[in-house]
């Protein structure tokens, strides 16, 4: 049996009790409150999901299973998949399996090829994505076997084959859709030899003569895994697949949030605002020029796109994972000084105006720089970029709510009149 799996075989059992046993004696034990401001307000701060392949902590940014994701950054995304999965980090022989399941894996049918190129010339990349993923569903061993009566404890044994088959096939799809909607040429074959990151870099087909490109590409998917179970594209693959839509359903679904521009297309802006800042100024502005441009962009209403976060309240690790990979391999390009002077001010304009909950910079203030400094410069694909890597996150925590049984999301949601009724209900009481 492969070694992540046989693994997984035997956490799995453990795990059912550890739940069994805490939902029998502390069932009831009260975790949340929700306001009226929550319900009107995205359910913001509501502790009403489980999920422990990750954890977002306000003051220090995300872990993956307990490890800061700045103490992952030189891993690869493969062994980032392994940690996410089954909480600990894959020894050689284990990444090396791993890796091999995932080379097995990888060949796309013609008929993904077939559908892509039937698109309209103008779909948008995160569209062609998301519908090769829905398309490739006719492979889906979960659904076959659900069919067939799979029994309920064997669920996420199906459901970590179609998430292997689907990330195995996710570079060579991505990098296919890249050459093929900005006329790059035919699609570029995978090459064995290469582990999942620098493959998809390969696929790309941008020039890479000393591997940093790779390098990038690597950490980029790594940065991007997993962001807890909440986020829109979590939670959205999280319902689709409570009702046991199986993987290929889930990660689209995940996916067409992602494509949203408060979530995965945040990346895009923050380029816009920096190569907008290089072209007003000719180049890299002095610190007087940048403080002004600053305030200007506040003062006209809009915000500084890659600072502030829903949760974070300090420099995003991710954000300084990347920022390391600058300083390294790009110091001296205009658009990495311009990301690095905006990071030396913003935050204290930001404080100054006192309105943003937290002045520093999240992980899209940077992406999109290094990107661009390596001639991937066309800002309509970064959200695929982001996709490839989430779906790592979105099928660990697919298979993980399989193996626990999850069940089926549903909420209550209750109407304007109900709520008034409640808020007249506590004056009511306070008055009393
Ligand atoms: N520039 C200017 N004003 C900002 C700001 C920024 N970067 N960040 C927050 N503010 C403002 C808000 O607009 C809000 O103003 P109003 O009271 O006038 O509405 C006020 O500060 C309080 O907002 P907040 O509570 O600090 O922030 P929110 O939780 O409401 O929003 C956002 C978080 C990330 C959406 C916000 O900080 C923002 O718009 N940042 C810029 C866009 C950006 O970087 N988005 C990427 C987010 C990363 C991500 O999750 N990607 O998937």
Known sequence: MPILKDKLT???????????????????????????AQAFGGMRGVKGLVCDTSVVDADKGLAVRGIPIGDLADRLPEEIFYLLLSGELPDKAALADFQGELRARAQV????????RAMPEDSHPMTMFSTAVLVLERESVFRRRYAEGMPKDQYWEAALEDSLQLLAKLPTIAAGIYRMHY???????????????????FMLG?????????????????????HEGGNVSAFTSHTVGSALSDPYYAVSAGLDGLAGPLHGLANQECLHFVLGTRKKFGGVPTDAQLRE???????EGHVIPGYGHAVLRITDPRFTAFHKFGERVCA?????????????????????QGKAKDPWPNVDAISGSLLYH??????????????VSRALGLTSQ???NRALGTPITRPKSVSTAWIKGAAAGARRAAAA
């Open 332 to 352: 001296q390009d205009d658009v990495f000084r311009i990301v690095d002077r905006i990071f030396a001010l913003v935050p204290d304009v930001l404080r100054e």
């Open 10 to 36: 035997q956490q799995i059992p453990a795990l059912r009790k550890e739940a069994q046993a805490l939902l029998k004696e502390n069932g009831n034990t009260v975790i949340s409150e929700v306001t009226i």
């Open 374 to 387: 390596f001639g991937l410069t066309e800002f309509d694909y970064y959200t695929v970029l982001f996709g």
């Open 206 to 226: 941008l020039p890479d003569p000393d591997g940093q490109f790779a390098n990038l590409m690597r950490l980029y998917l790594t940065l991007h895994c997993d």
């Open 398 to 400: 697919l298979v993980i």
């Open 293 to 299: 441009y600053a305030w200007n962009t506040l003062k």
């Open 109 to 116: 049918p013609d008929y993904i090829w077939n559908v892509l």
């Open 183 to 201: 006329g790059k040429g035919n699609p570029i074959p995978s090459n064995p030899a290469l582990d999942w990151g620098a493959d998809y870099a």
